[in-house]
T-cell receptor, first 115, second 109 residues
């Protein structure tokens, strides 16, 4: 069975500071990994995904994540936080990419950006 | 790309009343459809998924049910709501990546 652990339910940074949101996964097969962002009372929007190939993945809004198999991690980073980055972020894992796959989500990390 | 429509956006229902949340999909055919629930301060819990008309898989035992009467329509129902059914319900279509609706916030009072 697959699972995702997001360390820290809340992360607070100053505007302009580095953003680091942690995600560790468990999977018995090579995983497919995703980060989603959710703004209040809205659905989820895909930030980036790792399937195969390059382990450093760049996404929208300046975010990127690095797949580290040895550490079973897929941490999300952004060099400089903006106020508009304040939202909830979800890491997710799947074991397949064909038509019947399911996403397993972490419990989420709420990012607060201080002016 | 796909567009997921969910309604209503918010709903307040008394305990014991029925529930029907509807999700429709545009921009694809024969999609895999999913219902997730997000409780306050918690992550997303997969409730049901469907790979085709009339095909429903339940992930967790609960007070809810799902149906797929048409290819691009997915309905979440309950005959009698419980307080614990309160939460934010999200419909998703997964075809390579997940596309989500805007969600329905259900409050059972």
């Amino acid at each position: 069975a697959q699972s995702v652990t997001q360390l820290g339910s809340h992360v607070s940074v100053s505007e302009g500071a580095l953003v680091l949101l942690r995600c560790n996964y468990s999977s018995s097969v090579p995983p497919y990994l995703f980060w989603y962002v959710q703004y209040p009372n809205q659905g989820l929007q895909l930030l980036l995904k790792y399937t195969t190939g390059a382990t450093l993945v760049k996404g929208i809004n300046g975010f990127e994540a690095e797949f580290k198999k040895s550490e079973t991690s897929f941490h999300l980073t952004k060099p400089s936080a903006h106020m508009s980055d304040a939202a909830e972020y979800f890491c997710a894992v799947s074991d397949r990419m064909d038509s019947s796959y399911k996403l397993i989500f972490g419990s989420g990390t709420r990012l607060l950006v201080r002016p | 790309s796909q567009t997921i429509h969910q309604w209503p956006a918010t709903l307040v229902q008394p305990v014991g009343s029925p529930l029907s949340l509807e999700c429709t999909v545009e921009g694809t055919s024969n999609p895999n459809l999913y219902w997730y629930r997000q409780a306050a301060g918690r992550g997303l819990q997969l409730l049901f998924y469907s790979v085709g008309i009339g095909q429903i898989s339940s992930e967790v035992p609960q007070n809810l049910s799902a149906s797929r009467p048409q290819d691009r329509q997915f309905i979440l129902s309950s005959k009698k709501l419980l307080l614990s059914d309160s939460g934010f319900y999200l419909c998703a279509c997964i075809t390579g990546e997940a596309f989500f609706g805007q969600g329905t916030r259900l409050t059972v009072v």
